[in-house]
């Protein structure tokens, strides 16, 4: 159906719903809650972000299409069209929008009133430049790339209507369009060298990059024209900081004393043991955002041996004690999952059954394999192999907790006869090890909002790689069935049919023991208790700081 939403009454809803916005960042330790009222925003000062995250290589999130890069380019770039935290679909750069019957053009309806912040008139041929960007395979996108799989061409109706032409429908076309890796950048900067645009993307957004010193921090400033806020957002008009610092410190301890003594202002990639002490503490308040789409979990590449074996990947999975090691080391910040989706997804199933620490099962299964021998040290053997499982462990992904996690899950396979190899590695390494299929097991972040996600990580088609080299079907799911179910929901507009047609293909995968579900994405944010006002993208979980003022 049209979607309609006047930009008058697009105001009046900013003023309602952003009162609720204001609130939910700066909640104690729960993310229901509100303060009190604090008095009237100021404006004015300058915010230190610390990140744990590793530092983006590429500040423009169409190159690549990683977290790092959403979390800082959400501070000046934006999108389309954004959602609420009911999970609808919300107007931001694009006013309205209409699919024909058939689902195969959209016509978007853009602001009129926005600009660049080199002076570029966003219209239009703006919206096609950045479409044509994302799709240009020496552009080297994934995330954004893999969001428009379905659109085959753009045509500039007129300035400020642009359609989309599709392949097929696209019921996930709206979600793949809010994320920031397909946020609207200057067609004049895009023309500039890849080098360039890396260092200094220029978008609509409430800061612009003042500058960037590599392995120091970014440095953002307010744009002092901005007026294209979402729906949702709190305020119109310009931010209320001057500045953000945005600052990279990996160690978790040294972050949050960082953020105990004031030299910063706002954290994340928070650990347990700081989440409880956060507790505690009359000056630092917490925001749990949970990630959209798919659940954190091990995947198992059932493309190659061993876990080509569907009585093997059943096996490793009943010999993995993953509750014990979440209540263990999460310490009660993080909830175990039994759903390839997160709980922030609606269309989630769940199957606890399936993932059951059962090691005599897995010793039945393993031996019906034909792993039924065991070596000197204890690791069963087939054919004179030993029944290895490698596992490399991005360090700039996987927080310590997490990697405890992975420490306790090797120990217990071991007891079933697993050789579970884990190969701490950066980022570069971690990529290069998935690209060359050099993997049994991997944990994998991967964000998109919606179910739609599913379809992204185990559609056979996604075993093929995006023109940045990287495949996001790592179990390597090759099951015609699910292709069907994932296909046909994607085409499905109808929300009761294409629940179902997930809760199909998600009871499939489930079953199928290609994943180990272990919890929801973890995005933990500590901030000062004066700052005031910040909030979570619902899209994918990201901090926008544009609401974000200062109580000193």
């Known amino acids: 159906m049209p979607f309609r939403h006047p930009w008058r009454t697009r105001r009046l809803l900013a003023a309602t719903t952003g009162i609720i916005a204001l609130g939910l960042l700066v909640a104690g330790c729960t993310p229901a809650g509100s303060n009190e009222p604090v008095g009237e925003p100021k404006t004015g000062g300058t915010l230190t972000y610390a990140s744990g995250d590793a530092e983006p290589t590429c500040l423009d999130p169409h190159v690549g299409g990683n977290f790092p890069q959403a979390l800082v380019s959400a501070q000046y770039l934006e999108s389309l069209v954004s959602r609420d935290t009911a999970g609808t679909i919300i107007p931001w750069l694009a006013e309205s929008w209409i699919p024909s019957e058939d689902g195969l053009t959209w016509d978007f309806t853009l602001r009129s009133d926005v600009t660049f912040t080199d002076g570029t008139v966003f219209d239009a041929a703006a919206v096609q430049a950045n479409i044509a960007h994302l799709q240009d395979p020496t552009t080297l996108s994934s995330t954004g790339y893999l969001g428009l799989g379905k659109v085959t061409g753009t045509e500039a ?3 400020t209507v642009v359609r989309f032409t599709l ?11 809010s994320q920031t890796w397909l946020a609207m950048e200057s067609p004049t900067a895009l023309e500039r060298s890849q080098d360039e645009n890396c260092a200094s993307p220029v978008g609509t957004g409430p800061f612009l990059v003042d500058s960037w010193v590599k392995q120091n921090a970014i440095t953002l400033v307010r744009n002092d024209d901005y007026v294209s806020p979402p729906a949702d957002a709190a305020h119109a008009g310009p931010a209320y900081l001057d500045k953000v610092i945005w600052r990279f410190i990996p160690d978790s301890a040294s972050r949050y004393a960082a953020l105990q003594s004031g030299e910063v202002d706002v954290i ?5 043991d700081t989440i409880v002490q956060a507790k505690q503490s009359d000056s630092i308040e917490q925001l749990d955002s949970p990630r959209p789409g798919a659940s954190n979990r091990i995947e198992l590449n059932s493309g190659q041996a061993p876990f080509n074996d569907v009585r093997v990947r059943e096996a490793f999975i009943r010999s993995a004690n993953v509750d014990d090691a979440v209540s263990s080391l999460f ?12 709980s922030a997804e609606s269309t989630a199933v769940s199957n606890p059954a399936l993932f059951d620490y059962d090691p005599a099962a897995a010793v039945t299964l393993l031996q019906a394999a034909g792993w039924g021998q065991t070596d000197a040290d204890g690791y069963r053997i087939k054919d004179g192999v030993r029944l290895s499982v490698e596992f490399p462990v991005s360090t700039n992904q996987s927080i310590p907790a997490e990697q405890s996690v992975f420490e306790q899950i090797q120990a217990t396979a071991k007891e079933t006869g697993f050789e579970v190899k884990l190969a701490p590695m950066d980022l570069s390494s971690w990529y290069a090890a998935l690209a060359s299929n050099d993997y049994d097991a991997v944990s994998a972040p991967y964000t998109k909002v919606g179910p739609d996600v599913l ?10 790689p995006a023109p940045s080299g990287y495949f996001a079907n790592l179990a390597q799911v090759n099951d015609p069935a699910i292709d069907e179910l994932l296909t046909t929901a ?8 294409r629940a179902s047609l997930y809760a199909d293909a998600q009871n499939r995968i489930l079953e199928g ?8 994405q973890q995005n933990h944010y500590l901030l000062r208790s004066d700052v005031i006002g910040s909030r979570t993208l619902p899209t994918v979980a990201v901090p926008t ?6 109580n000193r």
């Open 157 to 159: 109706v007129s300035p």
């Open 167 to 177: 392949s097929e429908p696209d019921s996930a076309l709206l979600e793949s369009l």
């Open 268 to 272: 994340d990639n928070a650990q347990p």
């Open 331 to 342: 310490q009660g910040t993080a909830t175990r999952s039994y759903s390839a989706l997160s």
């Open 455 to 464: 379809r992204i990580l185990y559609h056979s088609a996604s075993i093929v």
């Open 490 to 497: 994607a085409r499905t507009t109808d929300v009761a049919e």
């Open 513 to 520: 023991f290609y994943i180990l579900p272990l919890y929801d």
């Open 545 to 550: 700081l544009y609401d974000t003022w200062l």
